[in-house]
């Protein structure tokens, strides 16, 4: 049985796409999504319209699902402040009957393939505990690199020695019965092996926004159990054409109703790592800065403190 491995798509239609034509040139017919379908791309019913088309697919629940549900039943006339205004608009522009099928998903999953239980979760925190959550993810790793704006690859070569040397994560991984464990959230790609425990971890990346430093491409990941039960996982990136994606994102309400995320999003995609984490964490201190404890941040402090983070790292680029 072949599968691919699909995880944080966030609207990116386009992504998606993509990946399911690669997959499909691949023959493979059996799909998993782990989580997070909508919220910073502009495409939320398209994606979830192609997911539903599938015939045979594992869907589960992300933790972006959640900011919608949150928003029901809510007073819209009170939705003025600009942190939230990404939330807002996919609220209000994502079908209903889309929003029930996915406020109406699995947290978990586990299943049976040719004789290997399959468990999936957004979060590998379901399944490690805090420790691999803390280092599985792109902002610890950028952060305690301090070098988060460079240095492609530092991430995956960073997760790859705590992997192969780090002995929290085997005694976590040691914790698991036989199986594979699939899940996304942190936005790298990464998968773990240990055949002999008959062990397998697998986080396809993110689909609709890498955060792994790999630029130009997208990815997910390929799942073959054979008949005897043979376990491989194969990584695969395809190729995205970003500027063309970020074009067509400008064209949208979007871009226009929650202008200052999509921009920070875009210098996401461009580079393939964390930058909404770190403008968080100077809008924060700008507004204490500044005397502004209202939250979520008003529209004028979040678009001023946007301005002085987006000329921050223009500066740094003339450097
Ligand atoms: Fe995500």
């Not at 952060?143 to 704006?149: D, G, I, L, S």
């Not at 790609?189 to 986080?203: A, H, P, T, V």
């Not at 993110?206 to 630029?215: A, H, K, T, V, Y």
Request: some cysteine.
């Amino acid at each position: 049985m072949k599968y691919a491995v699909i995880s944080d798509i966030h609207g990116n239609y386009p992504a998606l796409k993509a990946v399911l034509q690669d997959a499909e040139n691949q023959e493979i017919s059996h799909f998993i999504f782990a989580g997070d379908y909508c919220i910073s791309g502009p495409w939320p019913d398209e994606c979830i319209a192609e997911i539903r088309s599938i015939k045979e697919k594992h869907v589960i629940r992300g933790n972006e699902e959640k900011y919608l549900e949150n928003l029901i039943g809510k007073d819209q006339s009170l939705w003025t402040d600009g942190q939230m205004q990404i939330s807002y608009w996919c609220y209000k522009n994502i079908s209903s009957d889309h929003l029930d099928y996915l406020l109406g998903l699995p947290h978990k999953d586990e299943f049976e393939s040719n004789g290997i239980t399959i468990h999936v979760a957004h979060s590998s925190m379901d399944f490690l505990g805090t420790y691999p959550f803390y280092t599985w993810n792109s902002v610890t790793v950028a952060e305690r690199n301090r070098q988060p704006y460079s240095d492609p690859g530092a991430i995956l070569a960073d997760m790859k020695k705590e992997m192969d040397q780090d002995s929290s994560f085997k005694e976590a991984v040691d914790k698991l019965e036989r199986g594979i464990y699939i899940f996304g959230h942190s936005h790298v790609q990464s998968s773990y092996m240990d055949r002999d425990k008959g062990i397998y971890l697998i986080n396809p990346g993110s689909c609709g926004l890498p955060l792994d430093g790999i630029r130009g491409n997208v990815p997910y990941t390929i799942l073959e159990i054979s008949d005897e039960g043979q376990v491989s996982i194969e990584e695969k990136r395809v190729p995205f054409d970003k500027e063309r994606y970020i074009n067509e994102v400008m064209l949208t309400s979007q871009f226009k109703e929650a202008n200052i995320w999509s921009r920070v999003i875009f210098r996401e995609q461009i580079t393939a790592l964390e930058h909404m984490y770190f403008f968080l964490a100077f809008v924060e201190q700008y507004s204490k800065d500044i005397g502004d404890f209202r939250r979520p941040y008003c529209l004028e402090t979040w678009e001023r403190a946007f301005e002085l983070w987006d000329q921050k790292l223009e500066d740094q680029k003339l450097k």
